[in-house]
């Protein structure tokens, strides 16, 4: 049989949907939680829909060229434990009807901004995409991804003469508070800087909804180590194929929630999304408790020579500084019943032991600085409100994240070139007390982290000087446990 996976030689596929989604992100998360989603709801007969992807920086890449090589199907497969049973699934999804780079197409990305069926934009440009930086937000090839919004939607509302039905509906799944009022707070801004006017501002305010939103799955990505068994089993060649946990939460809300249920009813398909007014409680119990643990654990375990998660949870001191800091600093700085958060960490924790998914540390270490910053900061905040003191083990974790990113780990970060430049500078002090103040004041972090928490720079400091001259092990246990 031909192994190549297209829609002539996979069959079955539905071609004819109308792109009402636009997908800035063609990465391994989207794909195995929007798509997938998109996907079970369409199967499901609740949505009628295709998607249009693009990369967030309009780029000619891999996965862009390998979705248009593959007609925008892959495979998702789903492994972990259900009721006490291994449980293993495989889904071919083919809601993506076209990939492109629009800076090499970008007649083919104004048409899609041009579609009357366009309704949605779903976006994962990871914690550092939705943030402020100077852009010429007048053209559609603006370097930043709000600049992009805002150019996006200025060409449908000169395209649509301001028609107030053709504004667009925003599921931002990056991981920060408040994704999507953020973003839409951006795009004001750009529009104000651009002078693009008020009665376009108006139109954005009035037409267009920016949801906030929250995401949920563990996605390792692309099966390497089982690649040919995988292929083997899936019966085609297919260089998409994402591999990700059972598990899966989408939590819609924030102002226009409503709006967004009544054009995309995702929670009558049987999926785990949820919209609701607020997500304020949710998302700290979710981010604060998973994410914030996934970004502590990243520079701690990783020089501690393991690769995977399941690997970091099966080190005893690894699994004691996570759990201690879950349970003594995390904890406290959430709303609600002690006993149910208790219980709701338990289980998000148990997630990490699942042997079916190789979460390795090196992926989720991408942009560990904006990472931390939006997921760990905050508890250091409220934890420092609330007692008068620093969370030990959370400043631990910015200690051991800055000796990652240090000259003498040997390890490569992937993360903002410009604030990895900043930091190997701050690197060029002989005091450890000197690299960290250097790296706070260095505009890598947005907030004025001292000021905020006065004693930080100096915990931090002792705790990278502990890193550097006893090593982790024994920093570990002498600082946090």
Known sequence: MDRNLNRSTAGGCNANRPVRVLQFGEGNFLRAFADWILQVANEKGVTDTSVAVVSPRFSENKSIKALREQEGLFHVILEGVQNGVPVSTVKLVDVVAEAFSPATEIDRYKAIIESEDLRFVISNTTEAGIRYEPDNASVLTAVTFPGKV?????????????????????????????????????????????????????????????????????????????????????????????????????????????????????????????????????????????????????????????ETVKEAFDNTLVNRFVNSMVDGEVIPTIAGPVSELKEFASGILERFYNPYIKHYLKSISLNSLSKWEARNFPVVADYF?????????????????????????????????????????????????????????????????????????????????????????????????
């Open 150 to 306: 805002t150019a996006m939607l200025n060409h449908r509302f000169r395209h649509f003469g301001g028609d107030t039905s053709k504004g667009l509906f925003f599921l931002c799944c990056e991981l920060i508070e408040n994704n999507g009022s953020t973003l839409h707070d951006l795009v004001t801004r750009h529009a104000n800087e651009n002078n693009l006017g008020n009665e376009f501002i108006d139109w954005v305010d009035k037409s267009c909804v920016f949801a906030d939103t929250l995401v949920d799955r563990i996605v390792p990505g692309f099966p390497a180590d089982t690649a040919c068994e995988v292929m083997n089993r899936i019966g085609y060649d297919d260089s998409l194929v994402v591999k990700a946990e059972l598990y899966h939460l989408w939590v819609i809300g924030g102002k226009g929630w409503e709006t967004v249920r009544a054009e995309l009813p995702l929670d009558k398909a049987g999926l785990n999304v949820h919209f609701m007014p607020s997500l304020k409680d949710f998302r700290d119990k979710k981010v604060r408790i998973l994410n914030g643990s996934h970004t502590a654990m990243v520079p701690v375990a990783l020089q501690l020579g393991c």
């Open 385 to 481: 409100k609330l007692k008068g003191e620093l969370p030990r083990c959370e400043v631990f974790s910015f200690a051991a994240l800055m000796a990652l990113y240090g000259p003498e780990s040997g390890f490569a970060p992937d993360d903002n070139a410009a604030h990895l430049a900043a930091l190997g500078k701050a690197w060029n002090n002989a005091e450890e007390y000197d690299i960290v103040s250097e790296i706070l004041g260095s505009g890598i972090f947005m907030a004025d982290i001292e000021a905020l928490v006065p004693g930080f720079t100096n915990m931090a400091a002792e705790f990278l000087a502990s890193i550097r001259h006893d090593g982790m092990e024994n920093a570990l246990q002498k600082c946090c446990l």
